[in-house]
């Protein structure tokens, strides 16, 4: 078992020396976070010299959690301590739902769900993620111009999510489809705006025009959810859940923008970190070696994590990473800057899938850009399967690079990270002889994420 040693015997210190809170209002540094999470994060840690420092955020004294040991502590030894505020946007615009309770609803919650997102279900859906893959990938080689690829990889997953989840498929159903993703994307606004409800004559708050949104899209769920008989909607019927709006609130949850965006940082951190002549090998050999493939999904994910973290509530005095948090404290962990950490990753800014077979072959569970541990996504083993049928059929069938090679590849990381600037890759379709001796769906080793 890897061993971090961030304390010693040393008294616990106090989260005073690595920061300060700041007045209220006044002190609150809610704004230059928002801005650029990940540089306001290594400027503060670099200043304390700690990987745990304080600041004000959303007007409360909040611990900024930088460190491997401290999101353990936080996400997984002392999750009982730090409990999800519910009060956030997330707890607005999808209401009460596995990500958005605490303690003995959300283990049911989560006994509930588990059953859909493993087994049968799961099964059945590998032949529909490969089709879709298909259909929404094989036309990037055809054309002259340049692909956009995280418009083109957000409309794949838009369509994954709305065919596995609430049975509407653009072929057969368009215009619903086209409704369904524009009211996605307006409720998603919902939670990068202001939470101010205004409608005046001409005009409305973002945040007005995502409960519309929101209200809509849940008479389409329930429709849904009383004349639909198969699939998962189907099945929601028989899970014992705890309201009448349950089931619907948390289709609500699995159909929105978010899930689409998360998997299009993916694939597009993916393409950039394989694109061009010098990774031509590491693709060659991801086509060949599915641990292996495995093992670049992970670097992609730990250098470029789609979530820049999450945040908790302190109930009560505690400690992380041996710095006192008191009682009504806010705690967020930084996924980017824990992904980093020198403790765990040798050579923390470097792309090194080989990490993953030797010193870190262990260390899976320090990657929590989709939780840790009993408060993980309930989604990670479908998104684990869905990433690797998408990525193994960009590296059959394609070679690509950056067009223009030289674009700005700086990122950007709220509400998901992705290059700042739309990124724009030329690929060319590979000779299929190429393909010999590599099976046409991925087969790597299997993954303990259910």
């Not at 899970?239 to 948390?250: D, E, K, N």
């Not at 302190?314 to 800057?337: C, M, N, R, W």
Request: with cysteine; aromatic share 10%.
């Amino acid at each position: 078992m890897y061993k971090l040693t961030y304390t010693s015997k040393q008294q616990v210190q106090e989260l005073e020396k690595t920061g300060n809170a700041g007045a209220s209002l006044f002190g609150d540094k809610s704004l230059d976070f928002y801005r650029d999470p990940v540089l306001f994060c290594r400027e503060k840690m670099e200043k304390h010299g700690s990987r745990v420092f304080q600041s004000r955020l959303m007007n409360r004294p909040t611990a900024f959690v930088c460190s491997a040991q401290g999101m353990k502590e936080l996400l997984c030894e002392k999750s009982n301590v730090f409990l999800k505020d519910p009060t956030d946007l997330m707890t607005n615009m999808y209401g009460d739902t596995l990500v958005t309770t605490n303690g003995e609803v959300a283990c049911l919650l989560r006994l509930s769900f588990t059953s859909l997102f493993t087994g049968n279900w799961l099964e059945s859906s590998r032949d529909y993620i490969t089709s879709i893959c298909e259909h929404c990938l094989k036309d990037l080689g055809h054309s002259d111009q340049t692909q956009c690829v995280y418009s083109k990889f957000k409309n794949l997953g838009a369509e994954l999510v709305l065919g596995l989840f609430l049975n509407v498929h653009a072929n057969k159903q368009p215009e619903l489809f086209r409704k369904i993703t524009q009211l996605c994307t307006q409720h998603w606004h919902g939670l990068i705006s202001a939470p101010v409800n205004v409608k005046v004559p001409l005009w409305s708050s973002g945040f007005s025009v995502a409960l519309e949104a929101r209200d809509q899209l849940r008479e389409i769920i329930n429709d849904k959810l009383v004349n639909d008989e198969e699939g998962f909607v189907g099945s929601l019927r028989s899970l014992p859940l705890p309201s009448s709006t349950c089931a619907s609130q948390h289709l609500l949850l699995f159909i929105s923008a978010l899930i689409p965006k998360a998997l299009a940082s993916l694939l597009t951190s993916f393409t950039v970190a394989l694109s061009g002549k010098e990774q031509e090998e590491t693709r060659r050999r991801a086509i060949m070696d599915g641990d292996y493939l495995e093992s670049v999904l992970l670097e992609v994910q730990r250098l470029w994590p789609p979530f820049i973290g999450g945040r908790r509530i302190a109930e009560q005095d505690t400690t992380l990473a041996g710095f006192h948090v008191p009682k009504g404290y806010g705690t967020i962990y930084i996924s980017h800057a824990v992904h980093r950490d020198p403790q765990v990753f040798e050579k923390p800014d470097n792309f090194l899938p080989e990490r993953w077979s030797g010193r870190n072959a262990d260390h899976k569970h320090f990657l929590c850009s989709f939780g840790s541990e009993s408060r993980n996504c309930i989604g990670m083993k479908l998104t684990d399967i869905f990433l690797k049928e998408a990525c193994m059929y960009l590296l059959k069938h394609y070679d690509w690079c950056l067009d223009p090679p030289s674009q700005n590849l700086e990122y950007k990381w709220l509400p998901v990270s992705r290059p700042a600037n739309p990124l724009t890759v030329s690929f060319t379709e590979r000779n299929p002889a190429e393909n010999d001796g590599s099976n046409t769906r991925y087969k790597g080793r299997e993954t303990n994420n259910d």
